[in-house]
């Protein structure tokens, strides 16, 4: 494999808080331990993790003609991976999310769509099919216009250029949920989801039930992320439960991200089926013990001495 991976999806902004114990009343102020400014993002999140594990990414989305997009643009850039395929938009500000991290590590958000809703069809160079061996789409449901007149297309083109096709969800603030991806299901390789996107996307409750579902719709394999109750993936073959890893958690912020980012490395590596989503694991609770999206993961290297303390060889 050329090792290359595309990620086409969602590129925002994250402006952290932590602790966040409570929300301050109207007009009056609250102190926290600090603030961080990050690139945030299902896609960029992914990309910049599957370049500190050694993969050749390029990035596709659209910021606004603003300060912040211009830091998102510089910070993939000092990470090494390209960027021109970033559309930049002159009518809508780059996405933005203010993340409150409260005190156990969970979050809660306030988020901007921003430039995601600006990014279609017409913003995608087909010819970057010819180039790469993985593409991935993260958080179809944030990006409207794409949803509805570009997912499908890519999505089918990709399979018919031969690629291995990812799709991972971010939460429907439209409600499109299964409408909105129907007629791609069957063009996705490797479908990733938190069990409660997922919940509401088949509107079944559990994981055996969920998996059922997608693959009655010909999704080649599913994966769940649950958070503090592991991972679960399964094929019309086989199903493997990975309990979430006893770690120091800091920052749940980005690791539903690094789960994914783990997976295709496991991909773009050739690991069977159950490695990849063991690697995935790995990298999600990697993501967890420092704060911010990517900051947990610092290289291949170091990921597999993490993977050797939990007695795992990668």
Known sequence: ???????LGIIVGDFL????????????LTLVEKTELHIGGCATNTGIV??????????VGKVGNDNLGKFIINKLKEEGIE????KIS???TTSGTSVLVHSDGE???????????????????????????????????????????????????AKEA????TLDTVWDAFENWFNGIKESLPYIDYFFSSIEEAKMISKKETKEEIVDFFLSYDVKNVCLKMGEKGFYIANKKESHYFPALRVNVIDTTGAGDGYVAGFIKGLVENYEFKKCGLLANIVGAKITTAIGTTSGIKDWKDLL??????????
Not at 50 to 59: A, D, F, S
Not at 83 to 86: A, D, E, F, L, M
Not at 145 to 157: C, S, V
């Open 162 to 165: 031969g690629i291995i096709t």
């Open 107 to 157: 979050r809660s958000f306030i988020h901007s769509i921003g430039a995601n809703a600006d990014f279609d069809i017409t913003d995608f160079d087909f010819s970057l099919l010819s180039e790469v061996d993985i593409l991935h789409i993260a958080g179809p449901f944030l990006m409207p216009k794409f949803l509805k007149n570009g997912l499908f297309e890519i999505l089918k083109k």
């Open 50 to 59: 599957l370049k500190k594990l050694g993969v050749n990414t390029l990035i």
């Open 17 to 28: 808080a932590k602790p966040i114990e409570s929300m301050p009343e109207r007009g009056k």
């Open 83 to 86: 960027t021109k395929y970033i």
């Open 305 to 314: 001495e993490f993977a050797k303390d939990f007695g795992y060889e990668i």
């Open 1 to 7: 494999m050329r090792e290359k991976v595309l990620c």
């Open 90 to 92: 002159d009518k809508f």
